[in-house]
């Protein structure tokens, strides 16, 4: 059964760059079909994709966050993660890390890691 | 990007009863090709991640008990509890995958029970 875990500082300071990892278990990120997103939830709200990235290296962002999110793989280590530049207090968010399909959407998701932007 | 709507934001029911959730989309999910809408639900429960629940606007995730309903087509999207459940009270969420890989969010729908 595929797991997956995100691990990262909880705090970050203004302007700096936030640094996530995902850990995928019970099956390989280089399978086809499987896209691996990253997903941010800010406090009592609702749900924003931040962006994913295939298993080819192929990534794809949320335009409203492009200039500043970075994802990249790491196949020797089952792992992939994010990078977020130049943070401020609206980047304070629950972020998780999710499997995602063209036919299933979000399937399944790490148990996400609050993270906090403050000086 | 698509904008999804979901009605109401707060929702209480008895046990046992129905809970209605609508979610309405600014443009159609509906993909001709394969005549499939693009449409998901999630359930949240505090401190929890989302729990896909229902894909393809009304196809169930595997597990997920079968008071769980969805349907609708094109623009307008309804998840149905037939008969609700202690365990049911959560945040209910829609989403659209027709616009990948612009993915979006409905605000989500508090469901509590009377």
């Known amino acids: 059964q595929v797991q997956l875990q995100e691990s990262g500082p909880g705090l970050v300071k203004p302007s700096q760059t936030l640094s996530l990892t995902c850990t995928v278990s019970?099956?390989?990120?280089?399978?086809?079909?499987?896209?691996w997103s990253w997903i941010r939830q800010h406090p009592g709200k609702g749900l924003e994709w931040i962006g994913y990235i295939y298993y080819s290296g192929s990534t794809y962002y949320n335009p409203s966050l492009k200039s500043r999110v970075t994802i990249s793989l790491d196949t020797s280590k089952n792992q992939f993660s994010l990078k977020l530049s130049s943070v401020t207090a609206a980047d304070t968010a629950v972020y998780y890390c999710?499997?995602?399909?063209?036919?299933?959407?979000?399937?399944?998701w790490g148990q996400g890691t609050m993270v906090t932007v403050s000086s | 990007d698509i904008v999804m709507t979901q009605s109401p934001d707060s929702l209480a029911v008895s046990l046992g009863e129905r809970a209605t959730i609508k979610c309405k989309s600014s443009?159609?999910?509906?993909?001709?090709?394969?005549?499939?809408?693009?449409l998901a639900w999630y359930q949240q429960k505090p401190g929890q991640p989302p729990k896909l629940l229902i894909y393809?606007?009304?196809t169930r995730e595997s597990g997920v008990p079968d008071r769980f309903s969805g349907s609708g087509s094109g623009t307008d999207f309804t998840l149905t509890i037939s008969s609700l459940q202690a365990e049911d009270v959560a945040v209910y969420y829609c989403?659209?995958?027709?616009?990948?890989?612009?993915?979006?969010f409905g605000q989500g729908t508090k469901l509590e029970i009377k």
């Open positions: 999710a499997r995602t399909t063209l036919a299933r959407a979000f399937d399944i």
């Open positions: 019970g099956g390989s990120i280089s399978s086809g079909g499987y896209y």
């Open positions: 989403q659209q995958y027709y616009s990948t890989p612009s993915y979006t």
């Open positions: 443009q159609s999910v509906l993909y001709s090709s394969n005549n499939k809408n693009y």
């Open positions: 393809w606007a009304s």
